[in-house]
T-cell receptor, first 113, second 110 residues
Framework: DGGITQSPKYLFRKEGQNVTLSCEQN?????MYWYRQDPGQGLRLIYY???????QKGDIAEGYSVSREKKESFPLTVTSAQKNPTAFYLC????????????FGQGTRLTVV | DAKTTQPNSMESNEEEPVHLPCNHS???????IHWYRQLPSQGPEYVIH???SNVNNRMASLAIAEDRKSSTLILHRATLRDAAVYYC???????????FGAGTRLTVKP
């Protein structure tokens, strides 16, 4: 089936450790996105990528890093510099263009203790 | 900053129509209006989109004001499964920049 896969669904890490969240899509979409969602809040854009080897900062990029070495993969690293990393992280993809719909993964819930 | 404004929450009774408003007063001529919804503990899913004319699909209808500064998502008969957070966003010419606001949390009462 075509879609976006985020793994793992739940992730626990100790404070001070970097952690990488996986996002893979087999939809042949050009653009991929990472969002953060805190309880009861909306989605905030962390990073997005329009094409391989290129990405743009969103509204809350500090403490996060990304790479886009392959079209189908857009991993997000939550670094130790992120002051409050516990949140629900969502990945999305879209072919690009204002008339196309975006597809979202099921999310990764990260808990840092 | 989100370019749309939505009420924080709305309530509806089951099997009644629901009208979810969205204001986008700074919309440009080529921006498309998109709606997504997010069920609890899931990623958002696409609902509908439009440019100028009203649009219908199997999930909902989208009514766009003549001046395009506001739009309304219409669920014709709300069910309990429609309880979700509904997001209205604008997509520009290239469509790559996708920013969401806080959305409207819809509660459906039996």
């Amino acid at each position: 089936d075509g879609g976006i896969t985020q793994s793992p669904k739940y992730l626990f890490r100790k404070e001070g450790q970097n952690v990488t969240l996986s996002c893979e899509q087999n939809l042949n979409h050009d653009a991929m996105y990472w969002y953060r969602q805190d309880p009861g809040q909306g989605l905030r854009l962390i990073y997005y990528s329009q094409i391989v080897n290129d990405f743009q900062k969103g509204d809350i990029a500090e403490g996060y890093s990304v790479s886009r070495e392959k079209k189908e993969s857009f991993p997000l690293t939550v670094t130790s510099a992120q002051k409050n990393p516990t949140a629900f992280y969502l990945c999305a993809s879209t072919p690009g263009g204002e008339r196309t719909e975006a597809f979202f993964g099921q999310g990764t819930r990260l808990t840092v203790v | 900053d989100a370019k749309t404004t939505q009420p924080n929450s709305m309530e509806s009774n089951e099997e009644e129509p629901v009208h979810l408003p969205c204001n986008h007063s700074t919309i440009s001529g080529t921006d498309y209006i998109h709606w997504y919804r997010q069920l609890p503990s899931q990623g958002p899913e696409y609902v509908i989109h439009g440019l100028t004319s009203n649009v219908n699909n199997r999930m909902a209808s989208l009514a766009i004001a003549e001046d395009r500064k506001s739009s309304t998502l219409i669920l014709h008969r709300a069910t309990l499964r429609d309880a979700a957070v509904y997001y209205c966003i604008l997509r520009d010419d290239w469509g790559y920049d996708m920013r969401f606001g806080a959305g409207t949390r819809l509660t459906v009462k039996p």
